[in-house]
């Protein structure tokens, strides 16, 4: 059944990055769908029933705007401190517990900090997430540490589990 999912979806994925309906460009999707739905159909999501669900798209979108703010937000921060006279810089690496479940939340969590200028993800350990920091603000880590990620944690937690 999830090979079959991801037949569909990378099907009308295909559809719509092409925007076309000749023959040629139909043919190819499908043997292009039915080629990954084939390589990497048991590594699309288990419950399969999850992909139709309207609002962990709503979410996404959500997740998206947010991601967004926080991006140009970080970059304003960072081109502050780059310009500074005095670099205000205070680097840190901080432990910040994650209470995501699935690999797929804790991936695009771990990818989300690091694409935010000034944090990198280091490692994930357990239910436990290793983040460079620029700038650490407060001195209480888990305040500081909850600030990066409370951000997305809970948005992801609605699309992915």
């Given at each position: 059944m999830r090979k079959s999912v991801l037949f569909i979806?990378?099907?009308?994925?295909?559809?719509?990055?092409t925007f076309t309906l000749h023959i040629q460009f139909v043919i190819t999707g499908v043997i292009v769908s039915?080629?990954?739905a084939f390589l990497f159909g048991n590594m699309f999501v288990k419950n399969w029933n999850k992909v139709?669900?309207?609002k962990r798209y709503l979410?996404?979108?959500?997740?998206?705007?947010?991601?967004i703010w926080e991006c140009l937000k970080a970059n304003f921060d960072v081109a502050y401190r780059v310009l500074h006279p005095a670099l205000p810089i205070k680097p840190g690496i901080v432990k910040a517990k994650v209470s995501l479940k699935?690999?797929?939340?804790?991936?695009?969590?771990?990818?989300?900090i690091t694409m935010t200028p000034g944090t990198l993800s280091v490692d994930i350990t357990g239910e436990h997430i290793f983040?460079?920091?620029?700038?650490?603000?407060?001195?209480?880590?888990?305040?500081?540490?909850q600030e990066i990620v409370d951000k997305f944690e809970n948005i992801l937690a609605r699309i992915f589990e």
């Open positions: 979806v990378t099907f009308i994925l295909w559809l719509l990055l039915l080629l990954t139709f669900q309207i979410w996404f979108l959500w997740y998206l705007i947010i991601f699935t690999d797929i939340a804790r991936t695009i969590l771990a990818n989300s983040i460079h920091w620029i700038c650490i603000k407060d001195e209480n880590l888990e305040v500081s540490c």
